[in-house]
């Protein structure tokens, strides 16, 4: 089993900056590729980055690319998202994933455990 819990949400200005964190619990985090996937409103939840087993890889969404960053330290089970430029379209809660998989990839279906989200909230 594997638990994954998401913190660093909140409320931001336009334009401002959040770094969301995601702590997994178990001893494979360091196996596997993990991802960030958001949903907003009545909307689908969409993928957002990913990262691979090592950290050596990442792929983003192209909403997102060149603002985010994700990151991964295996020493302390942990994986981040640093979003810079927000905007209000970014407003959704976020979500981490642990991926089935090694390598780097936005295909949902692959990631087994989700963590509970994180609200964050961008404003005009």
């Known amino acids: 089993q594997v638990q994954l819990v998401e913190s660093g949400g909140g409320l931001v200005q336009a334009g401002g900056s959040l770094r969301l964190s995601c702590a997994a619990s178990g001893r494979t985090f360091s196996s596997y590729a993990m991802g960030w996937f958001r949903q907003a409103p009545g909307k689908e939840r969409e993928f957002v980055a990913t990262?691979?087993?090592?950290?050596?890889?990442?792929y983003y969404a192209d909403s997102v690319n060149g603002r985010f960053t994700i990151s991964r330290d295996n020493a302390k089970n942990t994986v981040y998202l640093q979003m810079n430029s927000l905007k209000p379209e970014d407003t959704a809660v976020y979500y981490c994933?642990?991926?089935?998989?090694?390598?780097?990839?936005?295909?949902?279906?692959?990631?087994?455990?989700w963590g509970q989200g994180t609200q964050v909230t961008v404003s005009s």
């Open positions: 990262i691979s087993w090592r950290g050596v890889s990442t």
């Open positions: 994933a642990k991926s089935q998989k090694k390598y780097a990839h936005d295909d949902r279906n692959l990631y087994d455990y």
